[in-house]
């Protein structure tokens, strides 16, 4: 069990672990706020401008 801490692949393995469970925090993150944000008005979508190509 000691070896295993010195192997490189392992903290390879775990800083990826780490790295993908942080993504998934900020995602989650962002999507309760959108999810939270009040909805737009009906004025404020009116008062955009059109796509233009």
Do not use: Y
Not at 32 to 43: N, R
Request: aromatic fraction near 8%; avoid cysteine; hydrophobic fraction near 55%.
């Amino acid at each position: 069990m000691a070896s295993l801490w010195r192997d490189p692949g392992a903290w390879i393995a775990i800083g990826i672990s780490v790295l993908f469970l942080l993504v998934a925090w900020v995602m989650h993150r962002v999507i309760v706020k959108v999810l939270k944000a009040p909805p737009p008005t009906q004025e404020a979508a009116a008062r955009k401008p059109p796509d233009t190509p």
